[in-house]
T-cell receptor, first 110, second 110 residues
């Protein structure tokens, strides 16, 4: 069974902290993605990776970076968390047909 | 910017009726089209994908694609209260990532 897991379901961080969100998939997929979802704005792509150590900016990369050292793991890094980064973060990986989502991390920055 | 447009709703239909959800997209080079369902507080899950013009049926769900009009729709027959959710239309062009609409909220009333 397909599985994408995220390190935390809920996370509360303070402004200025460095935040790591981890995503792991067990399907040997090459492509992985990070989105954020906000009411009224929908799902927006932050970064994606098409292979190990390869990454591309999405639509809203500012304030974020990513790391993909191993095929199964894709990390999203908030270099200095700000309140406008309070959101639901969704990781996904894809095969030739379908994109599979993890359960999401609801991040609150205070 | 490649746009995917959906009516935000809420679309309210009585139990047993047909729900019709619509989506338009701006990129004529789009090649594949997806419908995801998202329950409140959960991550999106794939309902159907369609690549070719015409209709594709899967159980109570029918996806319809018209590339000339840049239009894709989802019909849900015999709607049930458990179908109440937000439905996300997503489009893929030649790249890796999906471009999502903001979603249509569907409410099926008993």
């Amino acid at each position: 069974d397909v599985k994408v897991t995220q390190s935390s379901r809920y996370l509360v961080k303070r402004t200025g902290e460095k935040v790591f969100l981890e995503c792991v998939q067990d399907m040997d997929h090459e492509n992985m993605f990070w989105y954020r979802q906000d009411p009224g704005l929908g799902l927006r792509l932050i970064y994606f990776s098409y292979d190990v150590k390869m990454k591309e900016k999405g639509d809203i990369p500012e304030g974020y970076s990513v790391s993909r050292e191993k095929k199964e793991r894709f990390s999203l890094i908030l270099e200095s968390a700000s309140t406008n980064q309070t959101s639901m973060y969704l990781c996904a990986s894809r095969d030739d047909y379908e994109q599979y989502f993890g359960p999401g991390t609801r991040l609150t920055v205070t | 910017q490649k746009e995917v447009e959906q009516n935000s709703g809420p679309l309210s239909v009585p139990e047993g009726a047909i729900a019709s959800l619509n989506c338009t997209y701006s990129d004529r080079g789009s090649q594949s089209f997806f419908w995801y369902r998202q329950y409140s507080g959960k991550s999106p899950e794939l309902i159907m994908f369609i690549y070719s013009n015409g209709d594709k049926e899967d159980g109570r769900f029918t996806a319809q694609l018209n590339k000339a009009s840049q239009y894709v729709s989802l019909l849900i027959r015999d709607s049930q209260p458990s179908d109440s959710a937000t439905y996300l239309c997503a489009v893929r062009g030649s790249g890796y990532a999906l471009n999502f609409g903001k979603g249509t909220s569907l409410l099926v009333t008993p």
